[in-house]
């Protein structure tokens, strides 16, 4: 919540603030690195999928297993497209505790604590992605060659 402190004395003149971008980002990995990564993200994801879904079974629910699996599979859709771009020079007093005069920092911080919630699922996500394009990649080449 903004203080009375951060209405009066930032209002007519704000800090710089980040800000979120999206996109696609590619891996200039070797192939092959981008086959194993991919491939042990997938099977993490299913392991994650299987432990916290589907391995309920004295009390297994369909629907509460779905909605899980939809959670976690739209929270990776998430991390993969939205990259948090926080300020780091506009973060408070040392970097982590709040400035009571400016409520710039507390946007910046917002973005920090998003990026750091989002970097799991970035590190499950990219090379999943990237696997994908390198499949089609393949898929493409062997239709055109044949």
Same mark, same amino acid.
């Given at each position: +919540? =903004?203080?009375?402190? *951060?209405?009066?004395? *930032?209002?007519?003149?704000?800090?710089?603030?980040?800000?979120? *971008?999206?996109?696609?980002?590619?891996?200039?990995? &070797?192939?092959?690195?981008?086959?194993?990564?991919?491939?042990?993200?997938?099977? %993490?994801?299913?392991?994650?999928?299987?432990?916290?879904?589907?391995?309920?079974?004295?009390? %297994?629910? &369909?629907?509460?297993?779905? #909605?899980?699996?939809?959670?976690?599979?739209?929270?990776?859709?998430?991390?993969? %497209?939205?990259?948090?771009?926080?300020?780091? *020079?506009? +973060?408070?007093?040392?970097?982590?505790?709040?400035?009571?005069?400016?409520?710039?920092?507390?946007?910046?911080?917002?973005? =920090?604590?998003?990026?750091?919630?989002? #970097?799991?699922?970035?590190?499950?996500?990219?090379?999943?992605?990237?696997?994908?394009?390198?499949? =089609?990649?393949?898929?493409?080449?062997?239709?055109?060659?044949?």
């Amino acid at each position: +919540m =903004m203080s009375i402190f *951060e209405w009066f004395f *930032e209002r007519n003149n704000p800090a710089p603030t980040g800000n979120f *971008e999206s996109g696609h980002y590619y891996l200039d990995w &070797p192939r092959i690195w981008i086959i194993v990564a991919g491939l042990l993200s997938v099977i %993490f994801v299913g392991f994650i999928i299987y432990a916290i879904c589907f391995n309920y079974f004295y009390n %297994f629910e &369909p629907d509460t297993a779905l #909605f899980n699996s939809i959670l976690i599979i739209g929270y990776l859709f998430v991390s993969y %497209f939205i990259y948090p771009k926080p300020n780091t *020079e506009n +973060m408070g007093i040392f970097g982590f505790i709040d400035n009571p005069f400016r409520y710039t920092d507390d946007v910046n911080r917002f973005l =920090m604590w998003s990026q750091i919630l989002l #970097f799991p699922g970035k590190i499950i996500a990219i090379p999943i992605v990237n696997l994908w394009f390198v499949i =089609m990649t393949i898929k493409n080449n062997k239709n055109q060659t044949g």
